[in-house]
């Protein structure tokens, strides 16, 4: 059987996990927390895992890497100048792992996205035919090279432009490329410009391969944005390696408990659809759906080692969301609750909110009254393209400390898509704010009538 790749797809944040086989046995590439997933595929394929691998300590995740090898009696394969507090077979550059008969791993140093990032070629039958490059050479991008420190990123991005051109010269036009990164992850330099990719294509689109080092770091740095705050921790967690994922239920809390936990100014966040939040809440809780980026944003803005209270409509809409913030080193919710706001309030109505929503054509149909009450909440960079002219501009993860800089009056709270808002508009209610929540589409505000600002 010829060598052959399954790939399992973390699309909530952006990454992709790879089982490489040759229908018997197989490597893992850089396996997301919950390995659940990849035991359960394995065994669909009837493939024994003999080999787990990481191109990086990420900073986007926590690895489930080291507690797979175990589970298994695998081999776990990281580069050999990380620092790690666990044992593991150490790799180099130019070494080759022999995976059975017809597969083999050849170890490629990387340098660029992390100061010990590894590529691993794929051989089959000796023949290169793909290559797992993990932050490295991404579809018609690289990964960013600021996550270490912003003083550390001109040196990683002149490392990536070396790097990326090392790996493409060792492999022919046809090998595939299957990258972990850049499917929506922050951990991507720029927006990548396809779903598949082969090193021929990317010779002719990727920046890496078609600047001189000098413009290409020149160009890297300037698209750079921000990145989830919690990525600080990632890379720590995963040089000390995370134990086996845990999605027991969480201790559950009864309305009294939960309208203490509300009032102590703990996070209790509500996994509904922002539209059911909307309709209606217990006051005073955070609007972080289970439908959207909930690592993500929740991740980004919750205070590290914070008390997080989860609602849902079910224990299974629970269980879905502690497996989202597993993944990013969120392991156990303080509390949890399931059914509808009515029942987290106990029958106190007056424990009951409501959200006011609105379209853009709402905001232009008030907004010649407006001045300055329309907030943005949206990134830099979707700030700088266009925006409605006079609005506040305050990101999403500056929102909680800037609030004394926002004017009084109700705020008109808008993103590119309404998710971002109603988190946002879910924070200024808690902070006693009047607030009405713009659940709409960017595209739509200019055709709203909106004066638009380049």
């Known amino acids: 059987m010829a060598v052959e790749v399954a790939v399992v797809e973390t699309s909530s944040l952006g ?7 040759d229908g018997e046995v197989a490597v893992v590439i850089d396996p997301q927390r919950d390995i659940d997933r990849v035991l359960a595929l394995a065994g669909r394929l009837g ?10 300590l990420h900073n986007d995740y926590v690895s489930g890497g080291l507690a797979l090898a175990r589970l298994t009696g695998a081999d776990y394969l990281v580069a050999a100048p990380e620092q790690v507090g666990f044992d593991r077979v150490a790799v180099s550059d130019g070494d080759e792992m022999t995976i059975s008969d017809q597969l083999r791993l050849r170890v490629v140093a990387t340098p660029g996205h992390t100061f010990h990032h590894v590529s691993y070629v794929v051989l089959a039958d000796g023949v ?7 932050g490295s050479l991404l579809y018609g991008t690289t990964g960013r090279t600021d996550l270490l420190g912003a003083e550390h990123a001109r040196t990683l991005a002149a490392h990536q432009h070396a790097s990326v051109r090392k790996l493409a010269d060792q492999l022919p036009a046809h090998a595939a490329l299957w990258p972990t990164h850049g499917f929506g992850s922050f951990c991507s330099a720029s927006v990548p410009d396809a779903d598949t990719s082969t090193v021929g294509r990317e010779r002719d689109v990727n920046p890496a391969l078609r600047l001189g080092a000098e413009q290409f770091v020149t160009e890297l740095l300037a698209g750079l944005g921000d990145y989830p705050a919690y990525y600080v921790h990632m890379g720590l967690r995963n040089a000390a ?6 999605l027991s239920r969480p201790a559950g809390a009864g309305a009294q408990e939960l309208h203490e936990r509300v009032a102590a100014g703990q996070w209790v966040v509500d996994l509904r659809t922002r539209k059911a939040f909307a309709y209606r809440h217990l006051a005073g809780t955070l609007s972080f759906g289970l439908d959207g980026p909930l690592a993500t944003w929740l991740g980004w803005l919750l205070p590290h080692g914070a008390p997080l209270t989860l609602l849902g409509e ?12 597993a993944r990013i080193g969120i392991d156990r919710p303080a509390a949890a609750a399931t059914g509808v706001p009515e029942d987290w309030a106990g029958g106190h109505e007056l424990r009951l909110a409501r959200l006011a929503t609105a379209t853009f054509a709402d905001l232009a149909a008030a907004y010649p009254g407006l001045a300055g009450q329309v907030i943005d909440v949206r990134a830099g960079r979707e700030w700088a393209a266009g925006h409605v002219d006079g609005a506040v501009h305050v990101p999403l993860p500056e929102l909680a400390g800037r609030l004394a800089e926002l004017p009084d ?3 008109w709270v808008h993103c590119a898509a309404g998710y971002r808002a109603a988190a946002a508009a879910s924070l200024l209610a808690r902070a006693g704010r009047r607030v009405v929540h713009v659940d709409d589409a960017w595209a739509n505000a200019a055709i709203a009538g909106l004066p638009i600002t380049p």
């Open 241 to 246: 390696g995370a134990d086996v994922i845990d």
């Open 128 to 134: 290169p035919v793909a290559a797992c490059t993990g």
């Open 15 to 21: 990454d992709r996990s790879y089982l490489v086989h």
């Open 409 to 411: 009056g109700v705020l």
């Open 314 to 325: 079910s224990a299974a809409q629970v269980t879905a969301a502690q497996r989202e913030l």
């Open 47 to 56: 493939v024994t895992i003999t080999h787990v691998a990481e191109t990086h």
